[in-house]
């Protein structure tokens, strides 16, 4: 019988990445990141000037971080045990929206926290990418864990059968970021490991303590 299956996006979720892309920026870049701005893009300014930093320089910058800065990236608090505690009676793997070329590095990054997860890489929505691994796992069901609204809608309208968590561990961005439970396409949000824990088990076990 094919078991339960976990798909997870990794920044924000599973390690920091928008507190140390902020860190990164200020030392190096000479740009100052402030999201009480509410827009992630209008959160970049010159730091000397107060100049808006072009978004096509956003996207050089980003990219940048993600060659050369995944290093800094530290584990959401929570995230390493509980992705232990699913993997129990779970497969679990990564949909990330990276560069295809960083699949590797991205692998790495995570076995170095001690996470040794298969990576999938994605660019844009990610419900056709999701569709692709239920047909390669055929689980029992599966869950979704995201930390972009976006990603939320595009899963429902592929995959509705599919169970969708919204959670952003990152507190700089989690109040700024459109809420997906409240817009009608993610049956949760928790912005928490500890409380996403119990959740995420009872969603993904309730038949079988149903027929115990």
């Not at 569709?131 to 995201?146: C, H, M, N, Q, T």
Request: hydrophobic share 40%.
């Amino acid at each position: 019988m094919s078991r339960p299956l976990v798909i997870t996006d990794c920044d924000e979720v599973l390690l920091y990445m928008v507190s140390h892309f902020r860190d990164w920026l200020a030392e190096e870049e000479g740009v100052t990141f402030d999201m009480a701005r509410h827009d992630f893009v209008a959160a970049m300014r010159r730091s000397q000037t107060g100049e808006a930093v072009p978004q096509e320089e956003i996207w050089a910058l980003l990219n940048r971080f993600f060659d050369d800065q995944m290093h800094r990236q530290t584990p959401v608090s929570g995230a390493i045990q509980a992705i232990g505690t699913l993997r129990e009676d779970a497969d679990v793997v990564v949909l990330t929206n990276l560069m295809d070329h960083r699949q590797q590095s991205r692998t790495r990054q995570l076995l170095e926290h001690g996470l040794d997860l298969r990576v999938y890489t994605n660019q844009g929505p990610k419900g056709p990418a999701l569709k692709a691994i239920l047909d390669e796992y055929a689980p029992s069901r599966a869950v979704f864990i995201d930390d972009l609204p976006q990603h939320h809608d595009s899963v429902a309208g592929i995959a509705p059968e599919v169970a969708r968590l919204h959670l952003c561990a990152e507190p700089l961005i989690a109040p700024h970021i459109v809420c997906a439970h409240k817009a009608g396409h993610a049956h949760a949000r928790i912005d928490d490991w500890d409380q996403a824990l119990p959740w995420l088990l009872q969603t993904l076990h309730h038949e079988k303590e149903e027929q115990a």
